[in-house]
């Protein structure tokens, strides 16, 4: 079965550390790809979304992603994380395939920064 | 515009009872899908509903049913709640298939 997998559960890092949370998939053909964030006590938010075009998508706040096809990858980055990033967040595919397409999320990672 | 809407925001239930959340979607959002969310299983797809039709469905037991009504509206309602079903049941919204999902704040769940 078609799967997102989040390798980093959780992390910790400190205020003005470099980010990097991994996000991989298992599909072979097309994808329309998602980050989402969820603030303590906040709904979900959409962070960025990939559908086609420049594979390095920027999206709110300072984070951006890389679509790598060859490496099934989505990979989100900040290069300078804050206090107030601490969070959850989800990778999430939706699989460009026939029929009512789900969107399938990773089962998430949690960021917690230190001040 | 208004966002995803779910109602009410908290509910606090016995075993055995049964419960009916609300969702309305962003106006023009006629994809309305549900998701239980917990501690232990992160985020579990539940079903989606597009132009009154359920179109997707995940692996809970038939207890858990949802409808959409014509104006996009759902609802979601489990019955003989278990304890195990105590969870943050999210909604989201989208306008077509391959769209983003909106969502909305949750409704907490507490089954006692």
């Known amino acids: 079965a078609q799967s997102v997998s989040q390798h980093n559960h959780h992390v910790i890092l400190s205020e003005a550390a470099s980010l990097e949370l991994g996000c991989n998939y298992s599909?072979?053909?097309?994808?329309?790809l998602f980050w989402y964030v969820q603030y303590p006590g906040q709904h979900l938010q959409l962070l960025l979304k990939?559908?086609?075009?420049?594979?390095l998508v920027k999206g709110i706040k300072g984070f951006e992603a890389e679509f790598i096809k060859s490496k099934f990858s989505f990979n989100l980055r900040k290069p300078s994380v804050q206090w107030s990033d601490t969070a959850e967040y989800f990778c999430?595919?939706?699989?460009?395939?026939?029929?009512?397409?789900?969107?399938?999320f990773g089962t998430g990672t949690r960021l917690l920064v230190s001040p | 515009k208004a966002g995803v809407t779910q109602t009410p925001r908290y509910l606090i239930k016995t075993r055995g009872q049964q419960v009916t959340l609300s969702c309305s979607p962003i106006?023009?959002?006629?994809?309305v899908s549900w998701y239980q969310q917990t501690p232990g299983q992160g985020l579990q797809f539940l079903f989606e509903?597009?132009?009154?039709?359920?179109?997707n469905k995940g692996n809970f037991p038939g207890r858990f049913s949802g409808r959409q009504f014509s104006n996009s509206r759902s609802e979601m309602n489990v019955s003989t709640l278990e304890l195990g079903d105590s969870a943050l049941y999210l909604c989201?919204?989208?306008?077509?298939?391959?769209?983003?999902?909106?969502f909305g704040p949750g409704t907490r769940l507490t089954v006692l």
């Open positions: 989201a919204s989208r306008i077509s298939s391959t769209d983003t999902q909106y």
């Open positions: 599909y072979g053909g097309t994808v329309n």
């Open positions: 990939y559908f086609s075009g420049d594979p």
């Open positions: 999430a595919v939706i699989l460009m395939n026939t029929g009512f397409q789900k969107l399938v």
């Open positions: 106006s023009g959002h006629r994809s």
């Open positions: 509903y597009f132009s009154e039709t359920q179109r």
